[in-house]
C-alpha cells in the first residue's frame, strides 16, 4: 500500500483521547486501528503483539552479519482532544497556488496563507487538508503510516540491509500518558526516534518541562436575595486565581524557548469550579518557578478567605530529553547527515510541546524527534504536504541505512 493510501485510511478512524478518562487507553476506539495495526503488521510477516494496555510492538531482525545498535521507529495514533476526529473527511489541494484554501464555504472557514504563512513554501506542491470542521489527524496517524510504510519497504525488499528494526504505537500521547504504563524491556532498543514532528528535515532533541495543574475552588451557595457577606461564587474564586498569574505567560504571548501558563479547561457553579492548566518551560529551573507560583496563588486565597476556598494537585507529566540526549550526539550526528543527503536543510530547534521519546528518554529508550510533513495540528487547519510526507520517509530510510555502519 502506498504511503498516501495508508495515511488515507488512517484518519478515517476516530481516535480521539480523553483528558477526563480513567481508563487506559482513555478512549476505546483507540483500541479498534491499535487492533487493526496489529493485524497489518501480521499480514506484512512482521511479529507483533498488542498488551492490555493498547501497546503495539512488532520487531523486524537484523539481516546484517554484525551487531549494529537496534532502532526503535515510535508514533501514536490517538488524536487530541482540542477539536472532532469525527467522520473526518480529507480533501487533496493539487499544485497548490499560493492563495487562500476554501476548506468550508458554508461555515467560511478558510487557510490563509497571511495567518498561516507556512503555507508560503508549499506553493506547487499537493496538499491535504480538512472540510473545516474536525482536525486532519497527522499528528499522528502520518508518523504512522511512514512507518507501516518503511515496514512493508522492507519486508518486500530484502536487499534493503538494516539492523534490527522495532517499530512501537502508542495510545493516549495527546493526554500526556502515552508511555505511562510502556514496558521498555519489551522493546529492547538501543535507540529510537519518534515522527511526531512538523517541517520535513525537523530534529527536535529538546523539549518542554511539563506539568499539569487541576484545581478546585470551593465557594459557598446562598439564594442570591438574601446573599450580602454570605456568597462566595467558586467562579469568582477562579477568576480571580487565573488573574493573579503572571500575564505574560500565556501560550499566545510566547515562542522558541519562553515557557507558559496555558488554561484547557475549566467548568463550575457557584459552589465549585474545576480547573486544569498546563504548566511548560525548557528551563527546569523557571519551570519549578511557575509551578512554585501556583502553590503560592494558592495559599494566598486560603488565607483570604480564611478557608480551603482552593486545592491544587500538581503533577509532572514529562521532562526535557535533553538531559538524557546529551550523551547521545553521535546518533543524532547520524540522523542530521541523513536529512542533508536528502537535500533537506536539518531544523535543529526546541519542541514546544512533548512526545512520547521524552518519557522513553527517562527511562532508558534515548529517542529525538523527526519532522512528518504535517502543519498546524490539533485544529481544523491542519494539512500535509505530500511532497514533505514522501521525503520524511526517505530521511527515515537513509537514517536505517547509516545505523548499520555504527
Known sequence: MELLERFLNYVTYDTQSDHNSNTYPSTDKQLVLLNDLVEELKSLKINASIDKYGYVIGKIPSNLDKNVPSLALIAHVDTSPDASGTNIIPKIIENYNGEEIILNKEKAITLDPKIFPNLNDKIGDNLIVTDGTTLLGADDKLGVAQIMTIAEYIQENPEYKHGEIIIVFTPDEEVGTGTKYIDIKKINADFGFTLDGSKVGEIAYENFNAATAKLTFIGKSVHPGSAKNKLVNSLDIAYEFYSLLPKNLK??????????????????????????????????????????????ITDFINIKYNYKACELVLTDSYFNMSEVLADHQEKIELAIAAIKENDIEPIIEPIRGGTDGARLSFIGLPCPNLGTGGYNFHGPYEYVSIKEMKIALDIIKTIITKFTHL
Do not use: A
Not at 527546569?284 to 502553590?295: G, S, T, V
Open 251 to 296: 501560550p499566545e504571548l510566547t515562542e522558541n524557548y519562553e515557557g507558559f501558563n496555558h488554561l484547557v479547561e475549566q467548568k463550575g457553579t457557584v459552589e465549585k469550579t474545576s480547573m486544569t492548566m498546563i504548566i511548560r518551560n525548557h528551563d527546569k529551573k523557571k519551570f519549578n518557578k511557575q509551578k512554585h507560583d501556583f502553590e503560592l
